[in-house]
């Protein structure tokens, strides 16, 4: 399974983006698919994750009201709508896939990974 991760950027305080995970390759079963994201000198800080089976989704406190995960099952592809967007939520944000996991919010249940793509939010 390869993931990779796109639509980074600079944006504004205020602003939006929306970041692209399109997967390649057979994963077995239901799953959970999720994004993290890495400020520099933090650790990674699970964002959201839905669920493969029914589409369901979860959200961290930080982002909840803020950021949505949809998904478009014909490319494999899912996105994280972020708006509102914050100088706190500026990091390197990563998609993952935890196979076997109907939602997952840790990073050591997420088996895939993809590179990451980064997100600035500045004036």
């Known amino acids: 399974v390869q993931l990779q991760a796109s639509g980074g950027g600079l944006v504004q305080p205020g602003g939006s983006l929306r970041l692209s995970c399109k997967a390649s390759?057979?994963?077995?079963?239901?799953?959970?698919i999720g994004w993290f994201r890495q400020a520099p000198g933090k650790e990674r800080e699970w964002v959201s994750s839905?669920?493969?089976?029914?589409?369901?989704?979860y959200y961290g406190n930080s982002v909840k009201g803020r950021f949505s995960m949809s998904r478009d099952n014909a490319e494999n592809t899912v996105f994280l709508q972020m708006n509102s967007l914050k100088a706190e939520d500026t990091a390197v944000y990563y998609c993952?896939?935890?196979?076997?996991?109907?939602?997952?919010?840790?990073?050591?249940?997420?088996?895939?990974w993809g590179q990451g793509t980064l997100v600035t939010v500045s004036s």
């Open positions: 993952g896939v935890a196979p076997g996991y109907y939602a997952a919010i840790k990073v050591e249940d997420y088996k895939y």
């Open positions: 390759g057979f994963i077995s079963g239901d799953y959970a």
């Open positions: 839905m669920s493969s089976s029914d589409g369901a989704t």
